[in-house]
């Protein structure tokens, strides 16, 4: 059984940074793909970035490229969000989800969630 748990958000100004994490358990292979999602209040759950469980081919919705970075930390089977001139935006309950079907930008695509961590970005 895989469990995500995710940790980092907060409350921020109009260009600050905050960085997500996302520590992963269980039996993880390097075809799976794990992704950062966002879900702001009245929306859809939207990708944000996503890459392979072995650090491959990050990939970044337009919205935050440029702006945000997303990566594997090894050591700590970890996956990180760097988000930097963040954006009023760019609030939302952000979640990390594990899926086997490869990059997808459909929250559908995936099968393991954490718990989501809000972000929030003031004016």
Known sequence: QVQLVESGGGLVQTGGSLRLSCAASGRLTS???MAWLRQA?????E???GIFWNGGSP???D???GRFTISRVIAKNTIQLQMNNL???DTAVYYCGLGARGPSMRATDYTYWGQGTQVTVSS
């Open 59 to 61: 990939y970044y919705a």
């Open 31 to 33: 075809n799976y793909y």
């Open 63 to 65: 919205s935050v490229k």
């Open 41 to 45: 209040p009245g929306k859809e759950r």
């Open 87 to 89: 954006k009023p935006e």
């Open 47 to 49: 990708f944000v970035a």
